[in-house]
Every structure is written in structure tokens, then in C-alpha cells.
């Protein structure tokens, strides 16, 4: 796929290679190790508008970085006005120059509240949302679905909204919700979106390798594309695509990776969270049973690099 920068209003992305916001997963150190990666734009996990106005622990801990929030977006999630304007012109937002608006999300607790992708049934609720983040002065970007279940298809309605909103990019998971990460992605529902605007459209859904990618690009004319599990399965993905040059080898991203998360996280709850990477990192590997069942049972961050170590 063709590498370029991007323009986002009067801000300038190195490159059109993304990595997705993912609840759980694209916490601070895998921004860090994919931004090494090549990486043009990486996104915090989603973070609640609401969370952050009540003092939420929770949501505040997404916001960590190291002070570099250059080629790092926020994205925010709710389904009030206010209170999404507020989170954008709020102190914890004011270190990140680009502001992402959930308009996919396809769980349950966050549908149900009618925020991410239920927002995609409410187009002037959606319309209201980006006008009143764009007053803040943050570039606005937007992420949605293709619809909510097969058949539907308002990309182009959302791209175009987004558009002479105000906002400055629109990210299209090519998947409607009921069918969350599963299944090709519509291409021609994300082509068809582009066609309508001018600002970049990002494509997401499916992207595993760089045959992947350049399927995508293709098929939708895109001006580029957003890695989500694909990254996370395949670490050097983003290298490949930017043409980054690097010399890591998996067992030092993985170590690296490890010792990102203890410095923040603590030793014990390092060896927790770290076990939901194991099948992705290892999956296919000789010897996968044993590393994942030994992995598993480790309680320390110590032994788990121990581990791997000895197995890679």
C-alpha cells in the first residue's frame, strides 16, 4: 500500500498507517512499542466522557502516556453533548491535539446506554455530538460502524454528517455491530463513503497481513488503513506496511512489552493482564499448549519473562 502523511485540519499525521483504539488492549504500552513500529497515529483505548466529568479512576488511568502525545489520539465515548464537549475542554484532554468519537462500539453495556455504535440509529443525536466537540478547538475525528445489523449501510450518511460537522477524519469498521469482529468487511459500503467526502477515510475490519491491507486499500480507495487485532497478532505488521527498519525480534517486543507494563502496573497485576496477549503472541508457535499452560500458572512478571526466554 502506498505510505503518506496525512493532513487533519492543522494537524499533520507522519502517516496513513493507524492503530485502533482497543478496550483492554492499546493501553500506553502498546502505543509506545507500535508507535516504535512505524505507526502513524495510535488511539487510547475508549474512554468515557461521563467517567472523566464524575473523577472516574478509571477513566482517568486510559489517559496515561510518558508526556508524548504527538502521534497519540484520545477517543471518547457517550451520548450527551455536554458532556462530550466538556471531556474535550477538559484538563485531561489537554495534552492530546486529536479527539476520536466512538460512534462504533457494538458491546452490550455501551450500546444499551445508547452510546458507540447505537449512536448510528440517531443521526442528529451523532450530528449534535460532533458540533458541539468541534466548539472545544480539538481536531474531531470520528470512528463508526457500517450499520447495525447486515443489510445496513449508512457510512456515507455518517461520513457525510461528520464532514460538515466539523470533523476532520472519519474511520468506517467496515462490520456492522451484530457481527462485532467477524466476517469480511463491506467494501463497498466504505468505498461508497469516500466517494461522498473530502476528508480522509480510514478503513478498519479484517486486516491481518499486508496482502490484507492492500485488498483494502483497493477495494474502498481509502487513504488508509486502521490495524486493530492484526497488530496485536502480528507485532511487526505496522513495520512491514510503513517500511519501518527494525531489529527487535519478538522476544524483545514481548519483553519490552512486559517490562512496559510492570514499570506502570506492578508485578502481580503485570502477570495477570499480560496472559490475555498470550494467544495472539504465541498461537501457532511449536509448542504453544505447553508455553500457554506454563504462562498461566506464572504469578510473578519475572518467571513469565523467564518463560519466554527459554521458549523463543
Known sequence: ???????????????????APMAGYTD???????LNMGIGLAFTELVSAKGLYYG??????LLYSDGDEQNTAVQIF????????WACESEYLKPFKIVDINMGCPVPKVFKNGEGSA???DIKKAESIVKECVKSGKV???????GQVQGD?????????????????ITIHGRVREAYYSGEPDFNAIYKAKTKVKIPVIANGGIFTEQDAEIMMDRTGADGVMLARGAIADPFLSAKLTNTNTDVSLKTYIIEHLTLMKDRLGDVKTAMEFKKFVPYYFKG??????????????????????IISESL
Not at 1 to 19: D, H
Not at 56 to 61: A, D, L, V
Not at 285 to 306: C, M, Q
Request: proline share 2%; net charge positive.
Open 1 to 19: 500500500m502506498k505510505v503518506q502523511p496525512l493532513k487533519l485540519g492543522e494537524v499533520s499525521v507522519k502517516n496513513n498507517v493507524f492503530l
Open 28 to 34: 500506553y504500552s502498546i502505543r509506545k512499542l507500535q
Open 56 to 61: 472516574g479512576e478509571g477513566s482517568k488511568e
Open 78 to 85: 457517550g451520548s450527551d453533548p455536554y458532556f462530550m464537549r
Open 119 to 121: 449512536l448510528l440509529t
Open 140 to 146: 474531531i475525528t470520528v470512528k463508526i460502524r457500517t
Open 153 to 169: 449501510d449508512v457510512a456515507s450518511d455518517f461520513a457525510l454528517m461528520a464532514e460538515n460537522s466539523g470533523a476532520k477524519l
Open 285 to 306: 508457535k511449536t509448542g504453544f499448549k505447553d508455553i500457554k499452560l506454563k504462562i498461566y500458572g506464572a504469578t510473578a512478571t519475572d518467571e513469565i519473562i523467564r
